[in-house]
């Protein structure tokens, strides 16, 4: 599913990249570009990476 829209973004990126060491909202704008543009899906994607987090 679709996390960040303006980059074309998927859950799926999001836990790979927290898997190779994305701690924080940050860091995923920075490897992924997640929150760059509208910024709209910044609080999703804070959730997937929590998720993410707890599963790993
Ligand atoms: Fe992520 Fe717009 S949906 S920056």
């Known amino acids: 599913m679709y996390v960040c829209i303006c980059k074309g973004i998927t859950d799926n990126h999001i836990r790979e990249a927290v898997g190779n060491g994305c701690d924080s909202l940050r860091d995923l704008r ?15 994607a804070r959730q997937v990476m929590r998720e993410a987090r707890s599963a790993n």
Do not use: F
């Open 30 to 44: 920075r490897e992924l570009g997640v929150g760059s543009q509208c910024g709209k899906c910044a609080r999703h």
